[in-house]
């Protein structure tokens, strides 16, 4: 291979890469200690008494290089490169073969392939009342969903 050139995953080409979908970006403070078990020691985190900002990145693409796919980024925290500062990811999953090829080649990201479920959940409420009884809006993100996110940024073994 020549110098200056990377291989390409099939469908991605050369950048800039364009990716149409939806997506959730959820942050959470996350202590500098824990977050550091995910991040190099040559980068240095940005924190400020004792935390960094991490949480989540969940999207679901209609269009991309690799077609349609879906993809959780569990984000560790914010790390400092010169002359700004980026997301750290600890964790990518993606549903698409070639995306997770990509992320790994082209990109350097620890990505891995999985299964992604969609559940579409309804609440019900007394208009008449103006009464509310569960908030989608609290609830929304359940211990459950927390507990299998915090799973997923455990560092490996």
């Not at 824990?34 to 040559?42: E, H, L, N, Q, S």
């Not at 990201?109 to 989608?136: E, M, T």
């Not at 609290?138 to 507990?147: I, Q, V």
Request: proline share 8%; net charge neutral; with cysteine.
């Amino acid at each position: 291979m020549e110098v200056g050139k990377t291989k390409k995953s099939s469908g991605y080409g050369e950048p800039p890469w364009i990716f149409k979908g939806s997506a959730l970006y959820q942050l959470h403070l996350v202590k500098a200690e824990t977050a550091r078990a995910f991040v190099p020691k040559d980068f240095s985190l940005v924190e400020a008494f004792g935390y960094t900002l991490g949480g989540f990145f969940l999207a679901s693409y209609e269009d991309s290089p690799a077609g349609p796919f879906d993809e959780l980024v569990v984000i560790a925290g914010i790390v400092w490169n010169p002359p700004t500062s980026c997301a750290w990811a600890a964790r990518v999953l993606v549903s698409d073969d070639d995306a997770c090829d990509h992320g790994r080649k082209n990109v350097g990201l620890p990505s891995q392939v999985a299964k992604f479920s969609k559940v579409i959940l309804v609440y019900l409420f007394n208009v008449a009342a103006n009464d509310i009884s569960i908030n989608p809006y609290k609830h929304w993100f359940s211990p459950a969903c927390f507990h299998i996110i915090h799973e997923l940024s455990r560092p490996n073994p």
